[in-house]
């Protein structure tokens, strides 16, 4: 098959978004992933796993982890979602997407196998996309996994995969509909990538949580506050300068290439992580080569000066009280943003208003994210007027940018925020255009 036949047949396969938007829920089923992974030579044991969870950072961490590994000379692959623009992002390879060729390859062999399956065997669609992501690194070979939950992580189709370290960044109220009404129970379900033996590192600081990861056996744990922490955290131009203490050392002065007062803890995270790997602390010109390099698209990112044009996925309450204090911490906290939601279905339009600070926005343009789960521009839009902002509703991100953008001085601020649809939508139309015109509008 040819990438567009591939991913044809991919898609129609049930996936989460389907799964959401019309409540039909398939039971998860460990046994069909580790029945699909068997069929392909059972790849994700091909080489040591880092597994990561949490409610938000995960990407971030992933990333920052894949490149602290990427400086110490291994190869490196890391296995995220969602993607922002291209499926390909997905599946990387010292953080290059997957080409193609590779993807359309791959998706061809599960296809091909997938014949020999039951059909209450018939795989998921993040179910193939793992698969498929652990062929690949097994194929290359790579020499290291990064591998992110899609969600949760006890019936997560990569927790086929045995983590030699598990990373939990937080723990925070997000997919309730799915994962448990309370942080307890998503805790329970998020401990489930902590495997008898692993090294854990541990984000949250709840001590209500810690027995719940406890409970799951592993070897040692190291707790963020007591092994672990950010000691310095001041802003820098084009990102952070931190001082670090971990389990194995002091790292000052660490230069930070991300914006972002949380990034801290998420950089922190991933180099915990490699400590836990690696059996020791790392030196510290490799920790500021990673610092240095490291990227985390669509999160706290610039991507236009004049005007200032900031990207921030911001999918739940705690992510989107993050986002606003990062915005006012390093952007000024006296400017009126001119802002660009969407935000998919099950989120409390006027609760995620409040935590991303839109009161204080110019304007408020609303729009779909471009996902069958999508919440109503009108509605968001109708949530923004109730907190005194003036709001427009857009039929599409490209429109709801193009009144952004028309509105907007070069020497305002335009927020592009909410679902990380948008903020994919929104990416892919303002990187891949040459520039922003004086005023504001796509040249």
């Known amino acids: ?191 489930g990538i902590v495997k008898p033996g692993a090294t854990l590192v541990l984000g949250e600081t709840d001590p209500a949580l810690y027995g719940i990861f406890e409970s799951e056996g592993p070897a040692t744990t190291w707790l963020a506050g007591r092994d672990f922490a950010v000691e310095s955290n001041v802003v820098a131009v084009g990102g952070r300068l931190l001082d670090l203490r971990t389990p194995g050392d002091r790292y000052e002065g660490v230069y930070l290439h991300l914006h972002g007062r949380y990034q801290a803890d998420n950089f922190l995270d991933a180099l915990v992580g490699a400590e836990a790997f690696f059996g020791r602390p790392l030196e510290h010109e490799v920790v500021a080569e990673a610092a240095a390099r490291v990227s985390s698209p669509g999160r706290l990112e610039v991507v236009a000066q004049r005007p200032l044009v900031v990207l921030d996925g911001a999918k739940n309450i705690a992510g989107a009280e993050a986002s606003a204090a990062a915005i006012n911490e390093e952007f000024g906290a006296e400017r009126s943003p001119v802002m660009v939601v969407g935000m998919l279905g099950g989120k409390d339009p006027l609760e995620m208003l409040i935590a991303l600070g839109a009161a204080k926005a110019r304007l408020v343009v609303t729009c779909p994210p471009p996902s069958p789960r999508a919440q109503a521009a009108e509605a968001v839009a109708e949530a923004a007027r109730s907190l005194g902002c003036r709001a427009i509703a857009a039929g599409s991100v490209l429109e709801a940018l193009e009144v952004a953008l028309g509105e907007a001085s070069a020497e305002d601020l335009v927020l592009v925020t909410g679902s990380l649809y948008v903020v994919g939508s929104a990416r892919a139309l303002l990187t891949g255009a040459p520039g922003l015109e004086p005023s504001g509008r796509f040249s």
Do not use: C
């Open 1 to 191: 098959m040819n990438l567009g036949d591939a991913l044809a047949w991919l898609d129609r396969h049930q996936n989460l978004e389907r799964i959401l938007a019309d409540r039909r829920l398939q039971a998860p089923n460990p046994e069909r992933m580790r029945r699909l992974a068997h069929l392909i030579g059972d790849p994700q044991g091909s080489q040591p796993v880092v597994h990561l969870t949490g409610t938000n950072g995960k990407t971030s961490t992933a990333r920052a982890l894949s490149q602290l590994f990427m400086s110490m000379g291994l190869t490196v692959g890391t296995f995220t979602s969602p993607h922002l623009e291209k499926i390909n992002e997905r599946i990387m390879v010292d953080l290059e997407p997957i080409s193609d060729e590779d993807l359309a390859e791959v998706l061809t062999d599960l296809a091909n196998l997938e014949t020999l399956l039951d059909e209450a065997e018939r795989p998921t669609w993040f179910e193939l996309l793992t698969a498929a992501g652990f062929r690949y690194f097994a194929d290359r070979p790579v020499d290291v996994a990064v591998v992110e939950v899609g969600m949760g992580g006890r019936w997560d189709a990569t927790n086929i995969a045995d983590g030699v370290v598990s990373i939990v960044t937080n723990v925070a109220l997000d997919h309730t509909e799915l994962l448990g009404p309370t942080r307890e129970h998503i805790a329970g379900e998020k401990a």
